[in-house]
């Protein structure tokens, strides 16, 4: 990876050179956006509502956006029920990534 990881505690870089981001989700909220953090994982407030996975596909959206990378270099490892989750950028995207956008503001 020649892009280096910002030393922020909701990113994990693997030996594969994939990254790992847990993100703490937030559904229904007025706008998507990052928000702080909450217990070591990025909050994220999603305008989506949970429900039929809208608002993972929402999150999906906002990272690969937000990262500047495709849709499908994003992986939902765990969580996709849950509030806390575990998404996977692909090593051969996660060099080019704009992590530094991904800044836990709040």
């Known amino acids: 990876m020649s892009t280096p990881l910002p030393p922020w505690p909701f990113l994990h870089l693997q030996k594969d050179g994939s990254v790992l981001i847990d993100v703490h989700a937030m ?6 956006e990052a928000c702080g953090l909450h217990d070591g994982a990025l909050r994220v ?4 509502p949970p429900v039929d ?3 993972n596909a929402a999150l999906q959206l906002w990272l690969a ?6 849709k499908s270099g994003l992986v939902l490892l765990r969580g ?5 989750k575990t998404w996977r ?5 996660a060099g080019r990534a704009s992590w ?3 800044r836990p503001e709040g």
């Open 65 to 70: 956006q937000t990262l500047d990378i495709p």
């Open 80 to 84: 996709a029920a849950s509030r806390r």
């Open 27 to 32: 559904p229904q909220a007025a706008r998507t």
């Open 53 to 55: 996975g809208k608002a």
């Open 45 to 48: 407030r999603l305008h989506a």
């Open 89 to 93: 950028v692909d090593a051969s995207l």
């Open 100 to 102: 530094g956008a991904l």
